[in-house]
């Protein structure tokens, strides 16, 4: 299959002809050709107004909910859900049913992605049915596929358990991801700790729940030796934390998500439950807080945070709903939209090079002979996500028709070309 782009704007820092505009001829998913201009034409020509090209967006951190949880997503709906927002690589949780704790999971997420139009990498558990009480077979996952580990939406609350964690991974330059909840303080939080909870009538979660626990992993960071990536930092004080720890040397990085740059709890005043997310929607202080470490580059990634839910645990009391948001087809909207100022490169670090570099994923560069793992988008072009285009099994998102401003045009990866 032969595909041709356009007069697209490159945004790849290692490619000599970064910040130009080229025409790229793609044959059998190689790069064969990058000139200001190719005659001649093609299976698919793709040509857009703003058309610019990246290295493949990688995401790290989405609840694929298969096997177990095929009512709210399967691997074809996550990998369709990646690839309608520009992902070519996504990260699957193992919080699944059965837990991804065992080489056997592990393979069984690696093969039945093998054809689907983004691959899915398995994160697999730290500790065994991620029950926080003893460790998984992480050397086995590791050999078997998995990216990273992680107990995803059950973050191991033993210092203990964590420190032997991070130990074993060391051994094989492994990175253990956290979300950094200590559940002994946030136990029956609902909302963001503060004004809004108390006027809203609602259990508030404290930021100290989220900022003790980081203080807790960064000093058995420093003790170990280790890599640890801390996601959905959602506090001011969590950046000061990390971005002092990085300045110490330790080998930390962080995510945030999508939603907590664009939502405040000043937001839940209607009470919808899928602004019920966890960590929780933070101060006004605090979101600007996030968007200021974005530009400053203390935060490493944007991570989506897909964590689909079925109608029924989000239409109901507040109280009683599921936590959690879709991500997937809108992280580069939300992100365009809210942090206009970012360049395009910058902008390719939180998306895709950053992560590559941090969990050890193989480079993708925009050059003749190197295989094509690219996203096309547009930031000047306008996008909605609807029921019609929506392409999750789940519908819980506070972004459904909200007009934005940038717009995934198509990915291109295994050889196929894949438009939302």
């Not at 610019?52 to 074809?76: M, N, Q, R």
């Not at 108390?198 to 729940?209: C, E, F, N, S």
């Not at 807790?216 to 004080?237: F, M, P, Q, V």
């Amino acid at each position: 299959m032969k595909i041709l782009i356009r007069q697209a704007k490159i945004a790849d820092t290692n490619a000599s002809i970064n910040r130009q505009v080229r025409d790229i001829l793609i044959e059998d998913g190689i790069i064969t050709q990058i000139a200001a201009k190719i005659n001649g034409s093609a299976d698919q020509e793709i040509s857009a107004d703003g058309l610019t090209v990246s290295p493949g967006w990688v995401d790290i951190f989405a609840h694929g909910c298969d096997p177990g949880f095929e009512y709210k997503e399967t691997l074809d709906t996550l990998a369709a859900a990646a690839a309608a927002g520009g992902y070519t690589q996504v990260f699957a949780l193992a919080d699944n049913k059965p837990v991804t704790d065992n080489k056997a999971q592990v393979e069984y997420i690696r093969l039945g992605s093998q054809h689907l139009p983004a691959s899915i990498l398995p994160i697999g558990a730290i500790t065994q049915k991620m029950e926080g009480n003893s460790l998984a077979e992480m050397y086995d996952m590791r050999n078997s596929g998995a990216v990273a580990f992680s107990d995803g939406l059950k973050p191991v609350q033993s210092p203990g358990l964590f420190l032997k964690a991070l130990q074993y991974v060391k051994a094989f330059d492994g990175v253990l991801i956290q979300l950094p909840i200590d559940k002994s303080i946030s136990a029956g939080g609902l909302i963001n700790e503060g004004i809004v909870s108390t006027r809203l009538g609602l259990p508030g979660l404290p930021t100290l729940a989220e900022e003790l626990f980081i203080k807790r992993d960064l000093d058995l960071l420093r003790y170990t030796g280790s890599k640890l990536h801390l996601t959905g930092i959602s506090t001011a004080n969590s950046v000061l934390l990390i971005q002092a720890a990085k300045a110490e040397g330790l080998a930390v990085t962080c995510s945030v998500t999508p939603y907590h740059l664009f939502f405040c709890d000043e937001d839940l005043q209607e009470y919808d439950t899928n602004l019920k997310v966890n960590p929780p929607l933070r101060s006004r202080a605090d979101m600007l807080a996030l968007r200021k470490a974005v530009q400053d580059g203390v935060i490493d990634c944007i991570a989506s945070h897909h964590i689909p839910q079925d109608w029924d645990h989000k239409t109901c009391e507040f109280e009683y709903a599921a936590y959690g948001m879709l991500g997937l087809q809108t992280v580069f909207a939300v992100l365009n939209e809210t942090i206009p100022g970012l360049n395009d490169e910058a902008l390719v670090a939180l998306l895709s090079n950053n992560a590559r570099n941090i969990f050890g994923l193989t480079q993708t560069n925009i050059q003749e002979g190197a295989e094509a793992e690219l996203t096309l988008f547009s930031r000047s072009a306008g996008s909605m996500l609807t029921k019609e285009n929506l392409k999750s099994k789940s519908a819980n998102t506070a972004f459904m028709n909200r007009p934005m401003k940038g717009a995934v045009l198509a990915t291109i990866h295994k050889g196929q070309i894949h438009q939302p």
